[in-house]
């Protein structure tokens, strides 16, 4: 079983999307990898951040010297410097975002563990046909059914999957991450899974 933390490992003291909570889920033995959200500033340059907005500040119209000086976002950039061999998990928040700029992004950062992905479909597409040095999927396609998903991984929600439904996707080299409230050890139904998690979870 492989745990993947949500918006990093955090802790009372460490913050989700940080860089804090970033090394943490590194340096951690029992966590694979971490997952991370991604926005656009108006300068096109990549900030980590959950929410559209920050303390009121709509992230997509503010620079990124800004949101460094107030509110100290990371930028993709300085996540993806990270020493590690773990999974790299990035979710594209935004639907337009500046594609060259993400793969020359990627292409720098290359021999590192990244995937992307991100509930809009046309983005990854998009992605896929530019080639993007990373693994792409896809979060809840199309309620999971799809049977011509071609992408690298996909992302379901725990109680949505089924053993069949998982063994479908892995039997044609597709990676399948769950994800959900997941904090307690008996929501990890599957011995094999890899899961998205908030904490390491309890009686693990």
Known sequence: MKLIAHRGLRTEKIKENTMEAFQNAINNKEIAGFEFDIRKTIDNTFVVNHNALIKGDLIKWKSLRYLKCKHD???LDEVLNLETEKIMLVEIKD???P?????????????KNIYVMSFHNKVIEKLKKRNAPAKLGILNYVLN???DYNLDFICLLNNLATPHLIEEYEKRGI???LYGILNEEKDLFYENGTYIVDHVPKNK
């Open 73 to 75: 976002l990371p930028t």
């Open 175 to 177: 990676e399948v991450f």
């Open 145 to 147: 059914s799809e049977a």
């Open 99 to 111: 594609y060259r700029k993400l793969i020359k992004l990627l292409r720098k950062h290359q021999d």
């Open 95 to 97: 639907i337009r975002i």
